[in-house]
């Protein structure tokens, strides 16, 4: 509510001046441009978070800057009430503390309304409601692409009408996508607009700014250094993919149990993150949904250390973007990516085991005796 307050009400948000350069600053320049988005003029975003853009603007930056923190605000704190509704009490506030350092960075942008759609779109697969199921998957993805995740794990736990469900729902939203910007939409969000670096603080951005002289860049709203290189980039994506496989055969040889699906999605991200060409701090709040359900069962692990990643975000995010090249800052953003690995192992592991609490985990738990 705090850091709400301090965004919405100034003393350093309250002219387009202070807001050049930020995300808000780039949502208001996409309304206002004429024209359709991907085919009259370049835009990095998926139709989801364009739709929203285009939605929530208002006449100047400063008031959209406003409305946006003011709705992402009402959804963080909606995800919890529902985890506690519908997990366990002590879920809900697990995923506040969890986000609770990175909270400015989320309330900016939308991967808390991603995350969101992502939750709840996970409750929906662990008790088989297809309708939830798929708005969470097909939605989802189409502002931010982790929520795509939940179609392997629905494979995984061999739910397949909410598989078939899902896979339909993007389908139909992809293909009108297609239909109104092209294949060149595609394009354009795959490749930020073209650009030509590794993100500061992405895997290989830290170790050329760790091991090299080079200085980072500012390129399409983003600090980026050195080359990008296509076939790292592609060989980063099939290792995400055997690592979605690996946790997926794991899942499949058990009971779908929530919590061994929230520790596939979980996994399954932050394998996506640590193998991506860019890694904005406010990515770390797509682990938190999944990672705070997991507070529920017995396996407890993948929590602590994603509690470790966003902390430790956090705290470097706290230097500024710009200076994120220096080699200290990168050395500390190499241990992140570290926990990030560190987070996948630790879920492979959690969906091998099979917890005696697993076939309740999908109804509502209280935290008092039982009988």
Not at 245 to 259: E, Q, R, S, Y
Not at 267 to 276: I, N, P
């Amino acid at each position: 509510m705090i850091a709400a307050g301090i965004l919405v009400f100034g003393p350093f948000t309250d002219s387009a001046d202070e807001l050049d350069g930020w995300d808000a600053a780039r949502f208001q320049q996409i309304a206002d441009e004429p024209g359709r988005p991907w085919v009259d003029h370049q835009v990095e975003y998926p139709p989801g978070s364009v739709v929203l853009i285009e939605t929530l603007a208002q006449k100047s930056v400063v008031g959209t800057q406003r409305v946006l923190i003011a709705l992402s605000l009402a959804i963080d704190l909606g995800v919890a009430v529902a985890l506690e509704r519908l997990v366990r009490r002590d879920v809900g506030l697990t995923y506040l503390l969890l986000g609770l350092v990175m909270v400015p960075a989320g309330l900016m942008r939308f991967d808390l309304w991603a995350g969101a759609l992502a939750a709840l779109g996970l409750i929906g697969l662990a008790r088989e409601r297809s309708a939830l199921t798929a708005t969470g998957t097909a939605v989802g993805a189409a502002i931010k692409v982790f929520p795509g995740l939940l179609l392997p794990v629905a494979i995984a736990a061999r739910r397949w009408k909410e598989a078939a469900a899902g896979a339909l729902a993007s389908a139909v939203l992809g293909a009108g996508w297609l239909s109104y910007g092209g294949i060149g939409a595609v394009e354009q969000v795959l490749s930020l607009r073209g650009v030509t670096g590794w993100h500061v603080e992405s895997v290989p951005g830290s170790f050329i700014a760790l091991l090299t002289d080079e200085a980072p860049r500012f390129e399409a709203d983003a600090w980026r250094i050195g080359t990008l290189n296509q076939s790292m980039v592609l060989g980063g994506r099939m290792l995400t993919l055997l690592v979605i496989v690996t946790l997926g055969w794991a899942v499949w040889k058990g009971p779908a149990a929530l919590d061994r699906l929230a520790a596939m999605l979980l996994g399954s991200t932050a394998a996506l993150l640590v193998t991506a060409p860019l890694l904005s701090p406010q990515f770390v709040l797509w682990l938190t949904p999944p990672a705070a359900m997991l507070w529920a069962s017995r396996y407890r692990q993948p929590v602590w250390l994603t509690a470790a990643t966003a902390g430790l975000t956090g705290l470097i995010g706290l230097a500024g973007p710009e200076n994120l090249g220096h080699s200290a800052a990168a050395f500390v953003l190499l241990i992140r990516d570290g926990l990030l690995v560190a987070v996948v192992v630790s879920c492979w592991k959690s969906c091998r085991a099979v917890d005696p609490l697993g076939a309740d985990s999908t109804r509502p738990r209280t935290t008092g005796p039982q009988p």
